[in-house]
């Protein structure tokens, strides 16, 4: 069976809502106009806030996944023929049931995700998680039980004021009318950053990291981080979620890198 089928709508904005709410809007800009945190573009027409059109409009969307399970991409939009497990997944199974990422890291994405990790612009959780909803909802079954952000250690929140997966969550979770549940996951020691890591030693540094609440015992449930290089984290929360009984787990991410 697809992991595509049966997915769950998106809930509709009232017109009344959206009315007085661009209204504001456009009373606000002219008194302080609004400029968007990757180019520094005065924002305008097809912006989403608080991102300008011409930035939105060229993040590279990541469109269908190379492979249904790990979710892979080819380093290009090209028209790609999604296959059920890739030769990574069939020798090497993910703890994960299906990934799928909403575009490739690069280009104003990849500023926009640096803005909103490292420079506290929390308000660009709004357009991406809308860029979630938007590209990833084929991928988000109606059996999904809650949302789970991938935590920070807590030295990490503290210094950063926020957990940016949790941001993410929350606003994908009002578009699904799923609930975020940030308690089932939780960090049970500190990790170094990620950053600078080979692949093997991502893995190695994440290693029982993470433990998991009953409370996820035969749920579909979904991981949510911002951005997907080797997997590495969020398989060791799939994996923590899958000891603590997860009949299925997914992971939805902004972005990938190909």
Not at 5 to 18: E, F, I, K, M, Q
Not at 137 to 155: C, G, Q
Not at 192 to 218: C, K, Y
Request: charged share 25%; glycine share 8%.
């Amino acid at each position: 069976m697809s992991v595509f089928a049966g997915t769950r709508p998106l809930v509709p904005t009232g017109r009344r809502r959206l009315a007085r709410a661009s209204w504001i809007t456009a009373a606000l800009d002219l008194v302080f106009p609004a400029v968007c945190p990757v180019c520094g573009a005065v924002l305008s027409v097809a912006r989403r806030d608080p991102l300008c059109g011409d930035c939105w409009s060229a993040i590279d969307r990541a469109g269908r996944p190379l492979c249904a399970h790990c979710g892979a991409l080819t380093p290009d939009a090209a028209d790609t023929v999604t296959v059920t497990s890739c030769r990574t997944c069939q020798e090497a199974p993910p703890a994960f049931d299906y990934a799928r990422a909403a575009a490739r890291y690069r280009g104003p994405l990849r500023e926009a995700m640096h803005a909103f990790k490292f420079r506290g612009k929390r308000v660009l959780a709004r357009p991406l998680g809308d860029l979630v909803l938007e590209e990833c909802a084929d991928a988000i079954s109606a059996d999904t039980v809650a949302i789970v952000p991938v935590p920070l250690t807590r030295d990490r929140q503290r210094e950063r004021g926020y957990n940016q997966a949790q941001l993410l969550a929350e606003r994908i979770g009002a578009g699904l009318q799923v609930p975020v549940r940030g308690r089932w996951l939780r960090r049970v020691r500190s990790t170094a950053p990620q950053t600078d890591l080979t692949a093997t030693e991502r893995r190695e540094n994440v290693r029982g990291a993470f433990t998991a609440s009953p409370a996820v015992a035969g749920g579909h449930v979904i991981v949510v981080d911002d951005v997907f290089t080797t997997g590495a984290t969020v398989e060791e929360c799939a994996r923590a979620l899958r000891a603590a009984g997860a009949a299925r787990v997914g992971v939805v991410t902004v972005a990938r890198v190909p």
